[in-house]
C-alpha cells in the first residue's frame, strides 16, 4: 500500500504549492509542486486528485494500492478503476491493476474559472495549438488564455534540470507577456516517483504533464495538451504516451477540467506550415534534443544538427522559408550537415517512421533536393545489413 497524508495546500496571489506526504519503503517521503505565475485564483477547497494522478503509474507499476488522507473526486476514482487503468494495462501490460481508497470522496465540480490553458515547450507542437485556439472562432471556453510550464521530468533528472527550467521559465513569461496571456510556471519533484524501469519521460509524459496541470483544476476548464502524433498514428506502439493520448487524455479529465488532445488533427509538416508565419515562432522556436548542458550555454536554443532540428529545418528548408528562424537555429550548421540531415529521415523511412515517411513523401513532391544517390543507397544498404545482423543476433539470443 502506499499511504498519501499531510497535504498542504499554500497559496497566494502568485505562488502556490501543493505538497503530501508519502509513505512507501521504495518511494521518497514528500512529493510536492511550487507554482509561480502571473494571477493566480486562490483556490478554496483543494482536492487531492493531483496527488492521484502523480502517483497512478508508480502504484500500477508496483501493483500497490494507494491510500489517500484527502478528498478525490467522485468521476476520476471512477475512470481510474474501470477504462483507464485498462487502457494503461493495455498499453503496458507489465502494470498491474490497483484500487485508489480516498478518506473522502467528492461528488462536486470546480468548473473552473472557464480559462482554457496549454502547456508551453516553444515547439512546433506547442505554437501549433496556440495558432488554432487563439482564433476568435474558438468557443471562449476553449479559447487560450493562459501556458504553463512544468519540470516533472523533461529536463532531465531533477538534480540538474534548476538552470535550464528558471531559464525555459523566463522564457515562457516574456512570451506571455507580450502575447497577452497569463502563464504558470511549475515545479515539481514528481520525476523522483518515476524511477522504475519502463518510466522515464517519454513513456509516461501525459500522466506526468497532467498531474501538474491537476494542480490547477479550480482555474482551468480546458487544458489543451499538444498532440505528437496524428490520429492515423494512434494506438501504433507504447514508447510514448502521445501515442494514446486522443484516447487517454478523455478518461483523465473530470467534470471541472476537459483534457483535450490538440492538432491530432494536423501532420507535423502542416503545424510546421503553420507556424511559419508566427514571428514569436521566428524568436522563440525551440525543438532541439542536442544535451541540455550544451544548450543552457548556447547562443540560439537550436544546435541545428540533432534529429529533432534537423527534420525541422529540412521541413522549413522544404517549405521556402528556413531563413526566418535564423534568430534561433545555428543555420551554419545546419547549412553543412544538410545531406547528412536528409539521410536521416531516409533511414527514419526505412525503420517505417511515419514522421519520416510523411516528410519523405512531401520532400519529393516537392522535388526537394535529396542529395547525392549514391550516398542514399549506401546509407540504404548500411541500415539494411545492420538490420539483418541486429535480427540475427536476435534470433541467436532469443535461442
Ligand atoms: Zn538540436
New binding site residues.
Given amino acids: 500500500m502506499i499511504f498519501l497524508d499531510r497535504f498542504s495546500f499554500e497559496q497566494d496571489v502568485s505562488t502556490r504549492r501543493f505538497a503530501c506526504r508519502v509513505r512507501h519503503p521504495e518511494l521518497p517521503e514528500e512529493l510536492h509542486f511550487n507554482c509561480e505565475g502571473s494571477a493566480l485564483p486562490i483556490c478554496g477547497t483543494p482536492t487531492a486528485n493531483w496527488a492521484v494522478m502523480s502517483l497512478l503509474w508508480t502504484a500500477m507499476s508496483l501493483g500497490e494500492d494507494v491510500e489517500v488522507g484527502h478528498c478525490v473526486s467522485d468521476d476520476l476514482l471512477h475512470t481510474i478503476h474501470n477504462d483507464l487503468q485498462s487502457l494503461l494495462l493495455n498499453y503496458h501490460p507489465q502494470l498491474k491493476r490497483i484500487r485508489v481508497h480516498a478518506f473522502e470522496v467528492s461528488c462536486g465540480g470546480w468548473n473552473g474559472n472557464g480559462i482554457a490553458a496549454t502547456g508551453f515547450s516553444a515547439g512546433v507542437d506547442s505554437f501549433a495549438t496556440l495558432a488554432l485556439y487563439r482564433r476568435p472562432e474558438v468557443p471562449a471556453d476553449q479559447r487560450i488564455e493562459c501556458i504553463t510550464l512544468h519540470d516533472v521530468g523533461s529536463m532531465g533528472p531533477k538534480s540538474r534540470s534548476d538552470t535550464i527550467f528558471r531559464q525555459y521559465s523566463a522564457r515562457a513569461a516574456r512570451f506571455a507577456e507580450s502575447a497577452g496571456l497569463n502563464w504558470i510556471s511549475i515545479d515539481s519533484n514528481l520525476d523522483d516517483f518515476m524511477q522504475m524501469p519502463n518510466s522515464d519521460f517519454i513513456k509516461t509524459h501525459t500522466l506526468r504533464n497532467v498531474a501538474a496541470a491537476y494542480v490547477f483544476e479550480d482555474h482551468f476548464s480546458t487544458y489543451h495538451y499538444s498532440s505528437a502524433v496524428t490520429y492515423e498514428q494512434v494506438n501504433k506502439g507504447n514508447r510514448s504516451t502521445g501515442l494514446i493520448d486522443p484516447m487517454l487524455l478523455p478518461l483523465m479529465s473530470t467534470r471541472a477540467m476537459r483534457l483535450v488532445s490538440s492538432g491530432a488533427g494536423l501532420s507535423r509538416i502542416e503545424k510546421t506550415r503553420l507556424i511559419a508565419t508566427d514571428t514569436n515562432a521566428m524568436q522563440l522556436l525551440d ?4 544535451r541540455v548542458e550544451h544548450r543552457a550555454k548556447a547562443a540560439k536554443p ?5 534529429w ?3 527534420r525541422t529545418l529540412v521541413t522549413l528548408d522544404a517549405l521556402g522559408v528556413v531563413d526566418r528562424f535564423d534568430a534561433v537555429f545555428d543555420l551554419a550548421a545546419y547549412r553543412r550537415n544538410k545531406y547528412k540531415a536528409i539521410r536521416y529521415i531516409f533511414v527514419g523511412q526505412l525503420r517505417k517512421s511515419p514522421l519520416d515517411q510523411d516528410l519523405m513523401r512531401f520532400l519529393r513532391a516537392r522535388n526537394f533536393h535529396l542529395g547525392s544517390s549514391t550516398a542514399m543507397t549506401l546509407r540504404a544498404r548500411v541500415f539494411m545489413l545492420r538490420d539483418w545482423v541486429r535480427r540475427q543476433l536476435r534470433r541467436r539470443y532469443v535461442a
Fill in positions: 525543438v532541439c534534443v542536442g537550436n544546435c541545428g544538427t540533432c529533432k532540428c534537423s
